[in-house]
């Protein structure tokens, strides 16, 4: 299965992954840790099969310090030790988020509960536009047929700072 197109070739797909640069680096600057977002970005984009999102996200977080045991569970995050009850609800946003189709409420009330005990208001407004966006994401690569394995971390912030 070979790349459909380049879309970011397209006169519209540049100004889009500029708009998505953009939005992104907004969710970076955020007060959301950095750890996080990564392991949100990660889970969405295993759960959609993203291999693509799935190699950035590991780089760029192994890149930034994250262990490799952590990056390895964290497709079974709820059967393990490592991570701690902030990140557990994180993740389980993510995965109802990224799993709206799958429940008929959505998130559920006790995972947004579980949210709201351990970010304020700012690290949540960066979280939940995080799910959306990592999952518009994941949508265009898979799409588009994007193959993870050629990442090397740092390539869309270098991106982002040029949008």
């Known amino acids: 299965m070979e790349p ?6 397209t006169e519209t797909g540049a ?8 939005l992104g680096q907004v969710i970076t600057r955020s007060p959301l840790p950095k ?3 990564e392991l949100v970005s990660l ?19 192994a890149a930034a310090g994250e262990t490799a ?31 709206l189709a799958d429940a008929h409420e959505g998130v ?9 005990e351990h970010y304020d208001d700012e690290q949540v407004a960066a979280l939940v536009a995080l799910v959306a966006l990592i999952n518009a994401a994941n949508r265009l690569a898979v799409i588009m047929h994007q193959k993870g394995g ?4 740092g390539m ?8």
């Not at 459909?4 to 070739?9: A, G, I, N, P, V």
């Not at 390895?72 to 993740?91: C, D, G, H, K, P």
């Open 156 to 163: 869309f912030a270098a991106f982002a700072e040029q949008a």
């Open 69 to 99: 045991v952590r990056l390895a569970l964290v497709a079974a995050w709820r059967e393990s030790t490592v991570f701690t009850a902030a990140e557990q609800a994180a993740l389980a946003l993510a995965e109802e988020g990224t799993r």
């Open 43 to 61: 889970r969405a984009s295993q759960i959609n099969g993203c291999g693509w999102c799935i190699d950035m996200h590991t780089k760029d977080a």
């Open 4 to 9: 459909r197109m380049d879309l970011f070739t």
């Open 150 to 153: 050629s990442y090397e971390p």
């Open 15 to 22: 100004r889009l992954g500029k708009r998505f640069a953009n």
């Open 108 to 116: 559920s009330d006790a995972t947004w509960a579980r949210v709201r």
């Open 35 to 37: 750890s996080t977002q």
